[in-house]
């Protein structure tokens, strides 16, 4: 017969898997809240890490501390304390927040509200500084009524100034964003319906005196079960079990053997799921601390057994299950401590082992403390909470078993030991009213996709960060090329009208689209529009915006405000080519999870031009990349001989265009960026005599390295190839896969050499028109020709002319 649908748990499933909603999901004990964690962890839809607020409980989800992951300072965190704290990380720490989608908290009802709003911090750091916690969709998981956060007097008093309360609800930036509250119902621990009702009643603090009264029924006076019961008692301090567990070993008779664990590589002492030195008996009670994960599942978490036989000389431990009478054959297992790490394959989060710790999964069990027996099951136990300090402690030692009649107390539960807390029943009226429907679901997917397409035709971003990196040239103007102002303003008239206009054209229809009733996936004509858009944006982007911005001349011989410059450039380098390879996947149609995948990859694969500046030559193997190498080598020395800077002699960008282009003659020389008639005369001998050898493959340059063999044609020559058999200028651009304006360049070094007819490029009255105004305003620059005539001719159709003379 199969098992029931739960319904609560697939509409958190959906929840967390098909929109951007937080998610808080509790639940009473034993409804499976573990059992989800690792379910939407073996789902690998989005990328997500795990974490929990103490070793032992990451250990158990299999994810990591808090502190770990967010290089969190220890105690009381005030807002701001992290950046305070100045804590740098490294690349691949950074790489992996920037494309996280999913943050999964265990155990949260143990989270301060201070470290959540550290985590806030962080994320917001590495990723967007506008929306809390980055962006990121937060899965919250546990049980308020359960263990408390461990908040010392006078870490409060530093606390209470910023916050009400020290729970993760009171937390800032939580405040900021809303979440739906799920709360799992079904209960599979327990199946006696009065032994339910009676912890119902403790966990919603509303317990009668006639429920406690026949809750304090299981006092038994001076119980002492026979050894072979397998009852364990549960005991608020950590003291108290120990000591019964010392005399309980030490009244066993016969021989104590003693068994140390191994660790390897990083596996901190706190976070050991036993001890590290195990010291049993025959006889001994134990608890297995772990699941077995062979196919037989001899044991689980919690299972209570007796230790029968142990075989030091094979290494087994002989295990009789206190439940079933099986017995199991223990050796030792192994717990791993993981780091979250990007695969450069796969470009997936994946958890890398750092270290282990290997032990028997077994531990002393006539005792151990409530705290630790969070997310167990025990068949029999002994309850000792009489002396209960903190929330919760006595409703988890509680649900802890499985049956009323396995639960004897210690002493008389009394009234005052179910400890109320008016703030949490507040908060848990607030998460009733919090539980979302199925409509709230779809609303909540329709959201996501809406979000995620205004996202992708919006380049708002893009505009802004150009915005910066003219400021920053205009600022430093003196420090730069005479080419790149122009060169950044003619960006700005591609990137402005061709992407950010038309993307606000696009973007100003989808609100039509969404107004229909499918959802944005399956609307098809919406699809047909994002296609057709993809189609438009993915060239364009390609073609003209991104080669556009890598060709911009950014050499300057201040290093600090290059290097400023240059960290803009490349922000707006990431966006455009994030933005690319998102319309590439949108080619075929838009589906949020294909999408949000592309954007992740996108942002691993990046790499800023100017990295791949030196690896530019060597595009067409290793013959570019050793003239490349002879010309910085030349340039090197040259500077070097005149006590100037490299930059001064000849500037990196120039070197790549000379590789790329390969002049033939000095007139082509003149053509390079970087080159005029003084330089040309200073040291174009020297440059020729380098391509000459390089092109014949039998020379050396002047440091003696040989030369390898050219290209059969160098590049603008193709461009004039095509250019005669009747292609236009954007033509041979498209057919080429290169920009515009780079063809353009080609072109003007044709014409400078007389190879192509000015004419043949540019319409008679605009050479009339252009010439006119450069011999009425000798000096002017580019830019300056453009802006006084009006914007109405274009940069190329100007370098033109004037290579044709004027």
């Known amino acids: 017969m199969p098992a029931p649908v739960n319904e609560k748990l697939l509409l958190a499933t959906d929840f967390v898997l098909h929109t951007r909603h937080n998610v808080f999901l ?69 790489r992996l927040l920037r494309t996280l989608d999913l943050l999964i908290i265990d155990e949260i009802s143990m989270v301060r509200a201070d470290v959540l709003d550290g985590i806030d911090e962080v994320l917001r750091r590495y990723r967007n500084p506008n929306v809390p916690f980055g962006g990121v969709q937060l899965l919250m998981i546990g049980d308020m009524q359960q263990l408390p956060p461990v908040i010392r007097d006078d870490d409060w008093a530093l606390l209470r100034p910023y916050y009400d309360t020290g729970y993760f609800f009171g937390s800032r930036a939580l405040r900021e964003i809303p979440y739906v509250s799920i709360e799992l119902t079904h209960i599979y621990r327990q199946a006696d319906e009065r032994f339910i009702t009676l912890l119902n009643a403790i966990r919603e603090k509303t317990i009668s005196s006639a429920q406690l009264a026949d809750l304090n029924q299981r006092y038994i006076a001076d119980f002492r079960p026979a050894d072979d019961a397998g009852y364990i008692t549960l005991s608020t301090h950590n003291n108290t079990a120990q000591q019964i567990n010392s005399t309980r070993l030490a009244e066993l008779p016969g ?45 689980y978490n919690g299972k209570i057994g007796r230790v029968l036989r142990i075989d030091e000389e094979d290494g087994v431990i002989y295990v009789e299950g206190q439940a079933d009478g099986d017995t199991i054959i223990v050796t030792p297992a192994e717990w791993q401590n993981i780091r979250y790490t990007l695969d450069p394959a796969t470009k997936e989060i994946t958890a890398e082992v750092i270290g282990t710790f290997t032990q028997y999964p077994l531990r002393l069990a006539w005792a151990i403390t409530i705290h630790k027996s969070q997310g167990l099951t025990f068949e029999r136990a002994i309850i000792d909470a009489s002396a209960a300090f903190a929330h919760g402690q006595v409703y988890v030692a509680l649900s802890r078993c499985k049956t009323l009649d396995g639960l004897v107390l210690r002493t008389p539960i009394p009234s005052s030991s179910i400890k109320t807390e008016q703030t949490l029943e507040v908060f848990h009226e607030q998460v009733q009213q919090q539980t979302p429907t199925e409509q709230h679901l779809h609303e909540a997917k329709r959201l996501n996709q809406e979000t995620l397409l205004d996202e992708l035709f919006s380049f708002e971003h893009a505009s802004t960060l150009l915005y910066r990196c003219r400021r920053e040239v205009n600022t430093h103007g003196a420090s730069f090329s005479d080419e790149l102002a122009p060169a950044l303003e003619a960006l700005e008239n591609e990137l402005r009208p061709k992407a950010r206009d038309i993307g606000r054209r696009f973007a100003q229809q989808l609100p039509h689209y969404f107004a229909q009733e499918p959802l944005p996936e399956a609307n098809e004509s919406l699809q047909e529009r994002v296609r057709k858009a993809a189609a438009y944006f993915g060239p364009l982007l ?219 490029l540019v319409a008679a009255d605009t050479i009339d028109r252009i010439r006119a105004f450069v011999r009425a305003n000798q000096g002017l620059k580019t830019s300056e020709i453009r802006a006084g005539l009006n914007n109405s001719v274009s940069f190329g159709e100007i370098r033109m002319v004037v290579a044709a003379g004027v």
């Open 542 to 760: 390609a073609n003209d915006l991104l080669p556009a911005l890598e060709q911009a001349p950014t050499d300057s011989d201040n290093k600090a405000v290059r290097e400023a410059l240059l960290d803009v450039m490349d922000e707006l380098e990431r966006e455009l080519f994030v933005k690319l390879k998102c319309f590439e996947r949108c080619a075929e149609g838009f589906d949020a999870l294909g999408y949000l995948q592309a954007r992740n990859h996108a942002e691993l694969d990046f790499k800023p031009s100017r990295k791949r500046l030196e690896k530019a030559a060597e595009a067409g193997g290793s013959n570019r990349d050793d003239l490349y190498k002879a010309l910085v080598r030349w340039r090197d020395e040259m500077a070097a001989e005149h006590n100037t800077t490299g930059y001064m002699v000849l500037p990196t960008k120039t070197i790549v265009e000379l590789v790329k282009t390969r002049p033939n003659s000095t007139a082509e020389l003149l053509a390079i960026k970087g080159f005029g008639k003084t330089k040309v005369k200073q040291i174009g001998p020297d440059i020729m005599r380098i391509l000459d050898a390089y092109r014949s493959g039998t020379g050396t340059t002047r440091s003696g390295t040989k030369p390898a063999k050219a290209d059969k044609e160098p590049t603008h020559e193709t461009t004039i190839r095509l250019l005669l058999t009747g292609l236009s200028p954007q033509a041979i651009a498209d057919k080429r896969g290169l920009s515009l304006s780079t063809i353009e360049t080609h072109l003007t070094q044709a014409i400078k050499a007389g190879q192509v007819p000015v004419e043949s």
């Open 26 to 94: 509790t639940g009473k004990a034993g409804t499976g809240k573990t059992t989800f964690l690792h379910q939407i962890k073996g789902a690998a839809v989005k990328r997500l890490a795990v974490v929990a607020p103490t070793g032992v409980a990451a250990i158990n989800a299999g994810g990591v501390t808090i502190h770990s992951l967010f290089q969190l300072p220890f105690g009381p965190l005030t807002p701001g304390a992290t950046t305070r704290e100045g804590r740098k990380f490294n690349r691949d720490k950074i």
């Open 255 to 299: 021989q104590e053997y003693s068994f140390e664990a191994t660790t390897t590589g990083d596996f901190p002492a706190s976070a050991y799921p036993t001890e590290s030195e195990l010291t049993l008996k025959v006889g001994a009670q134990v608890m297995f601390i772990k699941n077995d994960i062979s196919r037989e599942k001899l044991y």
